[in-house]
């Protein structure tokens, strides 16, 4: 009996995670300097592991993938797998926790389904569109993630306005999944992602009731010639118009990556 699109995605995303774990404790790159080795070995590793997988297993679909050369085939095709073999290479490359894998399935342009692996925090941490859990309780003063290497300075604006806590983290599934795990209330980026940084994040946001959109309350749309995306809000709901109201304010700012 095959699987459900979600127990798939849900499955590979771990499997990727527990390789990738394999891959950086192996000892093989601890000469390293700075991990870009060893980013470059585990992107390599997920990435054929996920390919391979989902061409095996559900061969009609189209697939996009970051570390995959894109085939715009997957235009004609109303079901198109989206995934980040390693969201956070540079995290994973230095050994923090702040990294993912994403696997996201995408059905005429809409994030329909995801996984999102943080095997940095354990083997088996998958957070997963199909069983979403109440959304803890939020803090008294809100916290945003951002980038913990260049804030972007749209997001360092609208936390002012609003008095929000800056979170530095590494990459956008991990911050993301922050906002789902009660972590963080808002998540705000302007600076430019590409659509498997947030298909398979968006996914599991909106099935946990999270808001999930562009900085100007549009919808996402994913499975699109021009794969790139300017920007991203993933909040909790009570947070978004607030949030969207700023945003409108202070107009558009350049931000930095992820």
């Not at 394999?22 to 060893?38: H, N």
């Not at 079901?79 to 994403?102: K, M």
């Amino acid at each position: 009996m095959s699987m459900t699109d979600a127990d798939l995605a849900a499955h590979l995303a771990h499997i990727a995670g527990r390789l990738l774990l394999e891959v950086r404790a192996s000892g093989m790159f601890a000469k390293d300097p700075g991990g870009k080795a060893l980013g470059t070995a585990g992107d390599k590793t997920a990435n054929e592991f996920l390919c391979h997988a989902l061409r095996a297993q559900r061969p009609d679909d189209g697939l996009l993938s970051e570390e995959e050369k894109d085939n715009l085939a997957r235009l004609d095709q109303r079901r198109v797998w989206i995934v980040d073999p390693v969201d956070g290479t540079r995290e994973y490359g230095e050994e923090r926790s702040d990294w993912a894998v994403h696997v996201a399935l995408a059905v005429d342009g809409v994030a329909t389904l995801g996984a999102v692996a943080l095997p940095g925090l354990g083997e088996g941490v998958v957070l997963r569109s199909d069983r979403p859990a109440p959304l803890p309780p939020m803090a008294q003063t809100p916290r945003m993630v951002v980038s913990r290497t260049r804030p972007a300075a749209e997001a360092v604006a609208v936390a002012e306005a609003i008095g929000a806590e800056l979170v530095p983290m590494g990459s956008a599934g991990a911050k993301a999944m922050a906002v789902v795990r009660g972590e963080a209330e808002i998540y705000l980026h302007s600076g430019g992602q590409y659509e498997w940084d947030s298909c398979a994040p968006v996914a599991v946001a909106l099935a946990h009731g999270l808001h999930a959109t562009r900085m100007d309350g549009s919808t996402l749309v994913y499975n699109q010639a021009d794969t790139y995306m300017p920007d991203l809000l993933i909040c909790r709901p009570e947070w978004a118009a607030r949030v969207l109201e700023e945003v409108r304010r202070g107009g558009r700012s350049a931000g930095s990556h992820q």
